[in-house]
């Protein structure tokens, strides 16, 4: 090439002289300090999902429990062996009269009951989770008395509330046997629930115990997850109204 049309280039040794020179401008320095301690966000979100990992698992077995059927005193709905989700908050309680110890009510109010709860009371069909009376394990049974109503079991007829015959398509069979005794009340204490099994001719329930207390429920049988052919949301019975 002749030296006329000879192109302006800079000498190799330019560039490397210069490398050093190269000006830091602000933003060059935020890039390099967000490359030195990039890693510590990683490391608190890390943290911050354990512990809320943790805290979900806690609300978790707070509110539900497992529990395993034993027997058959709720057959055909429930199979020995079948394992169950029950939600310990499903009746849970509480008082709203904290609130207004805070702003008492005005003159000639009736105060609210002293409990109230939260998530809705007891219906009949719910299947619970009790610790049963003079007895170290817990039983499960369907409610079917509720506070305050009359119930009564005709031997080989069915099951009448508030004189009014009960349909019953989730029972084995019509209980051969009559409760109450007679001359002896037929009536749900106030602060108690009447159950029994759906196997109505093989379970210990109200019949043989009475009406078990509401504070000795742990809560409603809500999912059954085992074996795979029973799984999903446990099925609730409709009624007429007695």
């Known amino acids: ?77 429930l199979h020995d062996t079948q ?66 109503e009359t119930v009564e079991v005709r031997a080989n007829d069915g099951v009448y509330v508030n004189s009014v015959k009960l349909n019953e398509p989730y029972i084995k069979d019509v209980a051969n046997y009559d409760w109450p005794d007679p001359g002896a009340s037929a009536t749900v204490p106030m602060d108690k629930i009447f159950v029994l099994g759906d196997n109505r001719r093989n379970s210990d329930d109200s019949h043989v115990f009475g009406p078990i207390a509401l504070s000795s429920v742990v809560g409603r049988a809500w999912i059954s997850y085992w074996p795979p052919e029973f799984m999903g949301i446990l099925p609730h019975p409709t009624y007429s109204a007695p």
């Open 1 to 77: 090439m002749s030296p006329e049309l000879k192109p302006d280039i800079e000498p190799d040794s330019h560039w490397r002289q210069n490398m050093g020179q190269i000006p830091t401008t602000d933003d060059d320095s935020f890039s390099v300090h967000e490359v030195h301690v990039g890693s510590r966000p990683v490391v608190r979100e890390v943290l911050e999902t354990i512990a809320l990992t943790l805290i979900i698992f806690l609300i978790v077995r707070t509110v539900t429990q497992n529990f395993v059927v034993e027997g058959t005193s709720m057959d055909p709905t």
């Open 83 to 148: 394992s169950l989700i029950v939600n310990k908050a499903a009746y849970f309680q509480w008082e709203p009269t904290f609130l207004e110890r805070l702003n008492p009510l005005p003159q000639g109010a009736v105060p609210p009951p002293s409990l109230t709860y939260a998530f809705g009371a007891p219906q009949r069909g719910d299947i619970v989770v009790f610790h049963a009376p003079e007895d170290p394990r817990d039983f499960i049974k369907r409610i079917i008395g509720l506070p305050g």
